[in-house]
């Protein structure tokens, strides 16, 4: 049974910086890719940032490119996403998903991390 769980949220000024992991169990980590959505209060669910199996390909939405960072440790079964230079416009419930494609077709979702960005 594939677990996620996720971790690092909270409160953070505008600007600030979160490190979110994802710990995974259950599964063959390393030949899955391993992706990070967010869901922002009455809007729909995105996908942020991906990465694949090997981490030598990283997916970033255009919002993020910069700012944010992907990673992944296949000897810890952590993928981890660094958001630096946060805006308000990032608050939102962020999940950790995994699926063999990077392309995150119908994932394995975590139950997700609140993140809150002040101005």
């Known amino acids: 049974q594939v677990q996620l769980v996720e971790s690092g949220g909270g409160l953070v000024q505008a600007g600030g910086s979160l490190r979110l992991s994802c710990a995974a169990s259950?599964?063959?980590?390393?030949?899955?890719?391993m992706g990070w959505f967010r869901q922002a209060p009455r809007k729909e669910r995105e996908i942020v940032a991906a990465?694949?199996?090997?981490?030598?390909?990283?997916y970033y939405t255009d919002s993020v490119k910069g700012p944010f960072t992907i990673s992944r440790d296949n000897a810890k079964n952590t993928v981890s996403l660094q958001t630096n230079s946060l805006r308000p416009e990032g608050t939102a419930v962020y999940y950790c998903?995994?699926?063999?494609?990077?392309?995150?077709?119908?994932?394995?979702w975590g139950p997700g991390t609140q993140v809150a960005v002040s101005s």
């Open positions: 259950g599964l063959t980590f390393s030949i899955y890719a």
């Open positions: 998903a995994t699926n063999h494609s990077v392309t995150m077709e119908d994932p394995y």
């Open positions: 990465i694949s199996r090997s981490g030598s390909s990283t």
